[in-house]
């Protein structure tokens, strides 16, 4: 089992920066592919961004290529998303996810771990 826990959501203005932050525990972080993914009320959970175990392959959705970065720390089993250029499309809740092989995916369904969730809201 993986608890997975965000943080580092809140308001900003167009075009600022926030970085989000998942600390991962109960299983050897190392050993789990990540991803965060963004939901809006009334809409399918999307992919943003994924990252393998160690670091070397990410993956955007085209929306966020050149704005986000997806990071990770395995020292301290935590997965960062640096997001700059913020846009007011960008608002959503912000969901952590973690699947326990070594390369990542952007189908939902294929990630077994979530968090809580973080809420973003983009003011234009």
């Known amino acids: 089992q993986v608890h997975l826990v965000e943080s580092g959501g809140g308001l900003v203005q167009a075009g600022g920066s926030l970085r989000l932050s998942c600390a991962a525990s109960?299983?050897?972080?190392?050993?789990?592919?990540m991803a965060w993914f963004r939901q809006n009320p009334g809409k399918e959970r999307e992919f943003v961004a994924a990252?393998?175990?160690?670091?070397?392959?990410?993956d955007y959705v085209d929306s966020v290529e050149g704005r986000f970065t997806i990071s990770r720390d395995n020292a301290k089993s935590t997965v960062y998303l640096q997001m700059n250029s913020l846009k007011f499309e960008d608002t959503a809740t912000y969901y952590c996810?973690?699947?326990?092989?070594?390369?990542?995916?952007?189908?939902?369904?294929?990630?077994?771990?979530w968090g809580q969730g973080t809420q973003v809201t983009v003011s234009s």
């Open positions: 990252i393998d175990w160690n670091g070397l392959n990410t």
């Open positions: 109960g299983r050897t972080f190392d050993d789990y592919a």
């Open positions: 996810a973690s699947r326990s092989m070594w390369s990542s995916s952007r189908v939902r369904g294929q990630y077994p771990y």
